[in-house]
């Protein structure tokens, strides 16, 4: 606890006493400031869980860079942006191939078995059952209206939610792997100056939270500013780099961590697609998406404890506020 302060003089017994009182000061533990600090990042959960998503983003603008607040946040030093080729990439030991064409062997690797069971359970029942032909091929047209229907309805989502949540059963590999892959989205956007408002690792836990099978697990973010920008059909250069850097820090944590990236092909063809509305050409879009490789792997190296320890606080489902106040005390008065 602080504690005030009094500075007194006197002169001789034989002299009038002079008494120079100073202005009392309070010392202020890092303790009190963190204790500060917590409890606006407790407010800022609050706003979040009432969506109110501009007074939780200037909670946090109004603690941004303060002694004792939220030093990180937007605070991430970045690389200079250029055109870089792929062999500077190289000499930084980044194989953009392996970072930016994730094929998920895991997940089809179960999609392939559940089709192998499908089949072998379907001729094990004509055998037991003794079903006919005809009643073989209405189960099979039943089946194949279900996986249409999600299809249309659902853009797969009902099929996503069954294979994905086995993955999350039976896998280690794949729950690890999409625990670091939303962690490093969050980091990402938070050290760059974008609030995470919330997050998801199943596609279970989705549903349940959005209460629609057409939202995959993933990181959600406060990003008014950007929508208003496209819809005024101008995205400033500042708002693209960011978003551009969190759309790719999955895939390079992953990248970082297992040498390829599996997940994430559904945020690279998204940062696609935002290319394309904004006209940019090849060359250009190459710029842009080298530039961001880069950027984010670097800092996501200088960060690895960071990551590290803010996928354990998301394993165990910390809120937003929570998360923050991890990725603060990890780094600390480090280089950002």
Not at 152 to 163: A, E
């Amino acid at each position: 606890m602080g504690t005030v302060m009094h500075v007194h003089y006197s002169g001789s017994s034989c002299k009038p006493r002079l008494i120079l009182r100073f202005p009392s000061f309070r010392v202020i533990c890092s303790s009190e400031l963190s204790v500060s600090r917590r409890q606006v990042l407790k407010q800022v959960d609050e706003e979040l869980g009432k969506g109110d998503e501009r007074a939780a983003l200037s909670l946090v603008k109004d603690l941004q860079g303060k002694p004792g607040g939220l030093r990180c946040f937007g605070a991430a030093r970045q690389v200079p942006q250029r055109l870089y080729t792929l062999d500077e990439l190289k000499l930084n030991k980044i194989e953009a191939s392996s970072l930016l064409s994730p094929v998920d062997t895991t997940l089809g690797s179960i999609e392939r078995n559940l089709q192998i069971a499908a089949v072998v359970g379907g001729v094990s029942a004509w055998n037991v059952f003794g079903f006919s032909p005809q009643q073989i091929f209405y189960l099979s047209l039943g089946l194949l209206f279900l996986w249409t229907l999600d299809a249309i309805s659902f853009n797969g989502g009902l099929g996503s939610l069954v294979i994905d949540t086995i993955g999350h059963t039976f896998s280690q590999k794949y729950r690890n792997r999409v625990t670091q892959h939303e962690a490093g989205h969050f980091l990402i956007a938070y050290l760059v100056g974008i609030l995470p408002k919330g997050y998801t690792l199943t596609s279970l836990e989705a549903l349940k939270k959005e209460g629609s099978l057409n939202v995959q697990a993933g990181t959600a973010f406060v990003d008014f500013e950007f929508v208003e920008e496209v819809n005024a059909g101008k995205v400033s250069a500042t708002t693209l780099n960011k978003f551009a850097c969190v759309a790719l820090a999955g895939v390079a944590s992953e990248y970082l961590l297992y040498g390829y990236a599996e997940g994430g092909l559904a945020d690279i063809n998204q940062l696609d697609s935002l290319f394309r509305s904004l006209g940019f050409t090849q060359k250009k879009t190459d710029s842009q998406v080298r530039w961001s490789v880069l950027n984010t792997v670097l800092i996501l190296r200088r960060h690895e404890g960071a990551r590290a320890k803010l996928a354990e606080a998301m394993a165990e489902g910390k809120s937003v506020g929570a998360c923050i106040d991890v990725i603060e005390d990890t780094i600390g008065n480090a280089d950002i």
